[in-house]
């Protein structure tokens, strides 16, 4: 079939219309299952954030969040709150019927009744106001006024006569009407207004608006514009002027009663309430008679009529309506409770429109009409007529729209124009165009087509970063360069003509692991180019590719970000998984998110129309908002401590604070701090009217408390004080009472106790030195003894080895047995001399020390190896500290003697060629004495027990602490060594 057939056919088929109507607003609705005391409502009014409720259960206050409500138990004497109006104090006047005029003390939160103004009449009232002196409650027909300050009350009965060509208005004070006035049904009730400081009065069927003065009326207001109308309300418009309502129109006025614009309605009807959007457009409450009434909507540029019960599909009639600081729209019913629109300019397009509500793309075809596509299908809507119809059923595709208008549809399904023409392309989304022609995302590609829609050229495999997924998420194209954002990486290329991409930087590094690029936009006017993830927001300087690092948005830090878009003002609308952010100079300015009216927090695209509406894609479906001025912050939520001081005693656990948090804009996304002390944390709890805190020791705290929403910055913070009494014993007094006492007691306990330790320290310090006496005595005698033994036994055992050498020397040859003798005589002493000065040595306390008992043994071991054909090595690596360590007196003569023996068996045995003896200090303060040899060494467990290993090991262990052992190899040598503690103080 040909394509442009193919295309007409396919044309007439999705073009049979399915048409839907799409939600014109984002309504909330409460009712007694949330909190009200009756579904049957009486009359509204916005007042300190908070919205005041009458019903036919008494008065409810709705702070955004909970009602809290007032009935008869609290002071009413009716429960029918029909009317309120607030002075110029902290009161609100309450109008009921069946039980008069009761004032609402806010700051005391409490009720009581008007002591004034009790005419049993007067008990009925359904609407009042208050200027400065002078209170009105009215009826239909009857006026009741009374003034605070000369303390009189007055009954008004109003009546018409004609006067001056036109039906005029009078009060009967005190009195009844004329007899010659013929009393009838009127139409339109009487009604006042305050006004330019002025009370105003219209209605019961009379012509113009009068001042009111007292009970007197006085002057005509405006009177050539509204001289001769029948009128039944007015209210302030935006700009100051003055809005009136009449049978079957509005008329608005400006401050100086020229007459600027009128809305029509049905003529069987008046108006009894009217108010002004920001937008110009008109809302009123009308009636037919006064038991039928119901509100409308009015635009200003099309004067066209939208029922509000209707719209908010309420099961019973209205009763009142309510416009808000935030142009949101009131309205309360006989029997269905209250309803709230957030914004009547905004449109919804959702899941009850839309098969599947995902939203993929947005486009504007004209002035008034709005492409977008769903995973499923392809819609147009008609914002004049406000009509969605399917344009392409069962089609998941991307709405392209190029310079020149026409309308591309890309799918996986095939790919055609609005024409009919097709372009040789999957499901793919236009990026731009320049000389080389236009450019498509399609997955993983880049493609070029030329003006008849042929490929030209297509680039692939772009860096993939920490993330394999070569996915394109956005790309940027110009003359000269092109960023492409794959969803692991950010590269920068130089494109010249003959389709070449020159890599000049690419970004992956400064990406997180699992962090995936969302979306791109280069921003021309300060050369930025923005950078949306899964984590966060990024600046880069686009001046500097080659140089430039991302920077991090500090207010956009742990967002998933998910769109970018910049509007007409030059603001950058972020879009993420949470809601929508507004920037302006890097700067966060705004929030929004379903709390705010956004039909869901999920944002998939954003997109601005010619007429300056934002239209803003989720995961829940389509809505538009108007984007006519700078988006800045709502005001806060009133947040504030309910007493200036709290008081608590320290026997609680817990301390609970009474607050005050309300806000009628975004309540569903307060969030509350609160902080104790000046220099304390901020600390977040969820929303309650009592904040529970762990108790305190006593003392004063300061307190503070702030609240903000979505939309608002932090409130000022409320400041209060929190004292904690408690028990005498707690008392700072009492405290510092006990420490003084105590530190009385122990400085007197510390005083004994050093007199105690002086003592013991003085006996200490005496047998130290009776310990040092007797040790310097015990080193003289041993030195003494030493001297002895070497003058007596040494020099004894000295000449009896002289005199066996003479004798022997005379001897010899002539008697052989006899020089035997003299032989073994002289060996024998020789031995004797060489142990008992071995003895005589070690008896002399300065050879105590470990470097003289080292010093003892190498010397024996020079003099013992030289006279054998064995090399005698030695080595000392100990600190000079260590060297004059003093050992205990027993140790000298064991050490000697071990390593004496072990040299003598070296000598006998070993058939060595080197010996080497050594002393050697580790880092763990441990000493180890060793002497080793290259020897034939020998089999330990063969020689264990002979008397020469055995006296070493016996000498060993009277050196307490200390560890000896021998190593030995048959052919490599054997090693006899000692090791102990430099603090061998331990083992003692």
């Not at 009546?159 to 001056?164: F, G, H, I, P, V």
């Not at 692939?460 to 692991?488: M, N, R």
């Not at 997180?512 to 180019?529: H, V, W, Y």
């Not at 970000?561 to 100079?585: A, E, I, P």
Request: aromatic content about 12%; glycine content about 6%.
């Amino acid at each position: 079939m040909p394509v442009k057939f193919k295309y007409c056919f396919l044309h007439i088929v999705f073009f049979i219309s399915l048409w839907c109507n799409a939600q014109d607003a984002f309504i909330h609705h409460w009712t007694t299952k949330d909190g009200l005391p009756h579904n049957f409502i009486y009359h509204l009014k916005e007042d300190n954030n908070v919205l005041w409720i009458g019903t036919d259960d008494g008065l409810s206050i709705f702070n955004g969040h909970s009602f809290k409500t007032y009935s008869t138990k609290d002071g009413l004497k009716s429960p029918y709150v029909i009317g309120f109006n607030r002075n110029y104090s902290d009161s609100l006047f309450l109008f009921t019927w069946k039980g008069g005029i009761h004032v609402f003390n806010t700051e005391q939160d409490s009720i009581h009744t008007y002591p004034y103004l009790q005419h049993k009449a007067a008990n009925k009232l359904h609407k009042g106001i208050v200027l400065s002196d002078d209170v009105y409650g009215w009826q239909w027909s009857y006026i009741y006024h009374f003034n605070t300050n000369t303390k009189k009350g007055y009954k008004l009965s109003p009546y018409s006569k004609q006067e001056n060509g036109k039906k005029e208005l009078f009060f009967s004070v005190n009195k009844p009407v004329p007899h010659y006035i013929i009393k009838k049904t009127t139409l339109v009730p009487i009604n006042l207004v305050r006004f330019q400081n002025k009370i105003l009065v219209m209605g019961y069927d009379t012509q113009g608006l009068k001042v009111l003065e007292g009970n007197k009326v006085t002057d005509d207001f405006f009177e050539n514009a509204l001289g001769d109308i029948v009128l039944s309300c007015a209210n302030q418009a935006k700009d100051g002027g003055l809005i009136v309502g009449t049978m079957g129109k509005i008329i608005k006025l400006s401050p100086r009663g020229i007459i600027q614009d009128t809305f029509d309605f049905d003529p069987a009807f008046y108006a009894s309430d009217v108010y002004e959007l920001s937008t110009g457009d008109m809302v009123a409450s009308i009636n037919k008679t006064m038991d039928h009434q119901k509100n409308i909507l009015i635009k200003k540029k099309s004067k066209k009529i939208i029922e509000l019960e209707k719209l908010v599909k309420s099961k019973s009639s209205s009763s009142s309506l309510l416009v808000d600081k935030k142009d949101r729209i009131w309205v309360s019913t006989q029997g269905d409770g209250l309803f709230l629109i957030h914004n009547t300019e905004c449109r919804y397009i959702g899941i009850e429109d839309l098969s599947i509500p995902h939203i993929l793309s947005i486009n504007e075809k004209n002035d008034s009409t709005i492409l977008f596509s769903t995973t499923n299908q392809v819609y147009e809507y008609n914002t004049n007529e406000e009509e969605l119809k399917i344009k392409y059923p069962a089609k998941r595709a991307i709405v392209n729209i190029f310079e020149d208008k026409s309308i591309a549809f890309t799918s996986n399904n095939g790919s055609i124009f609005e024409s009919g023409d097709s372009i040789d392309i999957q499901y793919s989304k236009y990026v731009g165009r320049n000389y080389g022609g236009r450019w498509f995302i399609e997955e993983d590609t880049l493609k070029v087509f030329d003006q008849k829609n042929k490929i030209i050229k297509a680039f692939h495999k772009f860096p993939e970063g920490k993330i394999t997924q070569p996915k394109i998420s956005q790309a940027i194209i110009s003359d000269s360069s092109l960023w492409i954002a794959t969803k692991g990486a950010l590269s920068y290329y130089d494109y010249s003509p003959n389709y070449k991409l020159t890599s000049v930087n690419v970004w992956i590094e400064q990406l997180a692991s699992g962090e995936r690029i969302n979306d791109i936009l280069l921003d021309p006017q300060d050369t930025l180019l923005w950078v949306a993830t899964n984590y966060s927001l990024y600046t880069l300087d686009a001046n500097r590719p080659k140089e430039a690092l991302l920077q991090k948005i500090s207010s956009m830090e742990n967002t998933n970000c998910t769109k970018l878009y910049k509007d007409h003002f030059g603001q950058l609308w972020v879009g993420t998984s949470n809601g929508l952010s507004v920037l302006r100079n890097g700067n966060l300015k705004r929030r929004y998110n379903k709390s705010s009216g956004l039909i869901s927090n999920y944002i998939t695209e954003i997109f601005e129309s010619s007429d300056h509406n934002l239209w803003i894609g989720t995961h829940q479906g389509i809505m538009s908002m108007p984007n006519n001025k700078i988006a800045l912050p709502i005001a806060p939520p009133t947040v504030h401590w309910k007493d200036k001081v709290y008081k608590s005693h320290s026997k609680y656990s817990t301390i609970q604070l009474p607050l005050v948090a309300n806000s009628l804009s975004e309540m569903e996304s307060i969030r509350l701090q609160y902080k104790i002390g000046k220099a304390g944390d901020w600390i977040n709890f969820t929303y309650t009217d009592r904040l529970n805190i762990t108790n305190k020791s006593p003392g004063e705290y300061p307190l503070f408390l702030r609240g903000k929403t979505i939309g608002s910055e932090w409130s000022k913070p409320s400041k209060s004080a929190l004292i904690i009494n408690g028990y005498f014993w707690e008392s700072n007094i009492f405290k510092v009472s006990i420490i003084l006492i105590l530190l009385s007691g122990i400085i007197y306990y510390s005083n004994i106790k050093i007199k105690e330790e002086k003592l013991k320290s003085d006996k200490l310090k005496e047998i130290i030195r009776s310990r040092a006496e007797t040790q310097k005595k015990l080193a003289r005698i041993r030195k003494e003894i030493a001297q002895d033994f070497h003058d007596e036994m040494g020099n004894k055992l000295a000449s009896i080895t002289v005199l066996a050498d003479l004798a022997s020397m005379k001897l010899k040859g002539k008697d052989a047995d006899t020089e035997k003798i003299l032989l073994r005589i002289e060996g024998q002493s020789k031995s004797l001399y060489n142990g008992t000065r071995d003895f005589i040595w070690s008896i002399d306390a300065k050879n105590d020390e470990l470097g003289m008992i080292y010093d003892y043994i190498k010397d024996f071991g020079e003099e013992f190896f030289d006279e054998l054909e064995i090399r005698y090595h030695s080595k000392k690596n100990i600190s000079h500290n260590t060297e004059q360590l003093t050992l205990p007196h027993s140790w000298s003569l064991q050490l000697v003697l071990i390593f004496k023996e072990a040299m003598t068996n070296i000598a006998k045995y070993a058939q060595a060629k080197h010996v080497y003896l050594s002393i050697i200090e580790s880092d763990d303060d441990m000493i180890r004495i060793e002497v080793k040899d290259d020897g034939l060494g020998f089999d330990i467990p063969d020689k264990s027990k002979g008397n020469g290993l055995k006296n070493m090991k016996s000498r060993a262990k009277k050196i307490t602490g200390s560890s000896f052992d021998i190593e030995s190899e048959e052919g490599k040598g054997t090693s006899v060594f000692i090791t102990f503690s430099r603090k061998f103080g331990n083992y003692e």
